[in-house]
């Protein structure tokens, strides 16, 4: 058995023994199986053809291969794109081509359940729809993922087999699909996991069940038991009662659908991404797809497809039927790119036009393709400085950075008491647990490089381990409790009001220099980049380089 990527590298193996004959026949983990480099073959010629297939002995490409009986079946991820293959091959089969139906049949059934196990993971915190179909019927499940508005973020194969067309599912509207809202279906299934009978549209009636996600489910019931509340945060709620986010989120909502580029900066687990999804909420186009790429979480050599899509048949490998990139994915809603520093120099050009034009041209189109997408975008590092030291484009830079929002550290902000309290609140449900005085001081005290990320781990885990619903040390990790005591105020309002100072004199010396930042920088007697930094620290804005 092999399992492949989708460029035909072995992922994994399981082969009979460690010295197996398997082995001496290419079938390793890190062989390659591209067809355009050996020709045909079971993993390449299936990754090819976007289908189940047999490829017996000698209709192996190369001869060293033709004691081979491969059985292979493609796997797709959750927007119907080709992630790679499932292979099980016969070493010396004597049998006709005919004796390997069976094998064929057992791996098309084990790459949808590899399909399935892989979509509720990707969405096991999305609200989740089964399509009719037998609960008894292995890999043959219709499975739908919602966001929190009630659109299409995912579909297994079945299911876009089920509704009858292939890659336009992807961001419908619930109610487009099955002539009813994400509401009135939590009305109607009470949250859990009973089913009721509706018709899909422009086709049968079928047994639809909606699955909530554990938490979101039990605060989805008011004391009737049939509203139910937004699973994605507002802005006011991400905010808390933090003044300086408060202030930032009384500018958001004033540029808000006024088609101006945002920025997001802060360290890694600030929330840049629940800052992303509660301005896509809060806008005019909370009816459109929200669609999140990580600049830095992806190869360099795939984010171009990633982001810009191509077309069916522009290079070897590729989707037969063509893949939509991000940008035209977004089309209508919110495109969020974080880690933007960390996107390739060459693609930072090809972004720049495509924000100024206004279109995309994927690869291998002819004619482009017009884009009404809001951009939001994110990133630890500091882009000014990143600029100034020519590792950033600045055209790019000033497109993007329409209004830039600082999210504080979780060590940094007023409300952190109650952030943890609310926190803690969400992940217990309608559980009723307790901070000891000693674990709200601890909790309080730590710096949480981790940020609220982090936060919520510790205290998720905190709440499976409490007993009698009260968390004390002993729920808490070492690194949480072995924390120093909270420095003095004195010394903390000393650090508060050096900031401050230094702020101002920053400001002073940009308003004396009209906001020329190389002059302000030459009178203060630092460089541009140390300036840019400082600038970016407390959020102030330079005019002119």
């Known amino acids: 058995m092999l399992l492949s ?15 197996s004959p398997y082995a001496d026949s290419g079938l390793v983990v890190g062989s390659c199986w591209d067809e355009s480099l050996v020709g045909t073959n079971g993993i390449g010629t299936g990754l090819a053809a976007c289908q189940p297939l047999i ?20 796997l797709f991820d959750p927007q119907g794109d080709l992630m790679g293959c499932l292979n099980a091959s016969c070493l010396n ?29 990707r969405y096991a915190s999305s609200a989740m729809l089964t399509l009719g179909g037998d609960a008894g019927d292995l890999g043959n499940e219709r499975l739908v993922a919602l966001d929190g508005g009630g659109r299409v973020l995912g579909a297994n194969r079945a299911a876009f087999m089920a509704a009858g067309q292939e890659r336009e599912l992807l961001g419908e509207a619930v109610q487009d699909v099955l002539s009813m809202s994400l509401d009135e279906l939590i009305t109607l ?52 009662e933090d003044p300086g986010l408060q202030r930032s989120v009384q500018k958001l909502r004033r540029v808000l659908d006024r088609d101006i580029s945002l920025l997001l ?15 896509h909420q809060g806008s005019v186009r909370a ?94 590092r500091d882009l000014p400085a990143m600029v100034a030291a020519g590792e950033f484009r600045e055209d790019l830079y000033y497109r993007l950075n329409g209004l830039t929002v600082r999210l504080p ?6 409300d952190r008491v109650g952030l943890i309290r609310r926190v803690l609140q969400r992940e217990a449900g309608d559980e009723h647990v307790e901070l000891t005085a000693e674990a709200t001081e601890h909790l309080t005290a730590y710096g949480w490089p981790g940020n609220v990320r982090q936060l919520i781990n510790v205290l998720r885990c905190a709440v499976a381990l409490a007993d009698d619903g009260i ?45 020329n930042v190389t002059s302000a920088a030459r009178s203060l007697g630092i460089n541009r980049a140390t300036l840019y930094r400082k600038l970016h620290r407390y959020g102030l804005a330079a005019l002119r380089t």
């Open 409 to 414: 550290a979780l060590r940094d902000r007023a």
């Open 93 to 121: 089969s004597g049998g006709p081509k005919q004796a390997q139906y069976l094998t064929l049949q057992l791996v098309s059934l084990y790459a949808r359940l590899i399909e399935n196990a892989s979509f509720r993971q």
């Open 189 to 240: 299934t009470h949250g859990g996991q009973r089913s009721a009978s509706l018709r899909l549209a422009g086709g049968p009636a079928l047994e639809v069940t909606l699955r909530m996600p554990a938490t979101t489910a039990r605060r989805a019931r008011n004391e009737r038991g049939l509203s139910v509340t937004p699973t994605e945060p507002s802005l006011e709620h991400l905010a808390g």
């Open 287 to 380: 009816k459109g797809p929200f669609v999140a790429l990580n600049c830095a979480a992806i190869p360099e050599s795939l984010i171009e497809s990633e982001l810009f899509g191509y077309r069916a048949g522009t290079f070897t490998g590729a989707s037969r039927q063509g893949m939509k990139g991000k940008l035209e994915q977004a089309n209508g809603g919110t495109l969020f790119l974080d880690e933007i520093g960390d996107m390739p120099a060459h693609l930072q050009t090809r972004l720049l036009r495509v924000l100024a034009e206004r279109e995309l041209v994927p690869l291998g189109a002819a004619t482009p393709v017009s884009l009404n997408v809001q951009l939001v975008c994110a990133t630890h």
């Open 471 to 515: 968390i004390g040390l002993d729920c808490l990790p070492p690194e949480v409790v072995s924390v120093p005591k909270e420095q003095p105020p004195e010394a903390h309002s000393l650090e508060t009001t050096r900031d401050a100072v230094e702020a101002a004199v920053l400001q002073s010396a940009l308003e004396q220099h009209g906001g």
């Open 265 to 279: 900066t802060g360290e890694t687990g600030t929330g840049k991404e629940a800052f992303a999804r509660a301005i």
């Open 5 to 19: 990527d989708r460029r035909g590298i072995t992922l994994d193996a399981r082969l009979p023994g460690q010295h």
């Open 55 to 74: 490829i017996h002995r000698d209709e192996h490409f190369f001869s060293s291969n033709a004691m081979l009986s491969c059985s292979v079946a493609p």
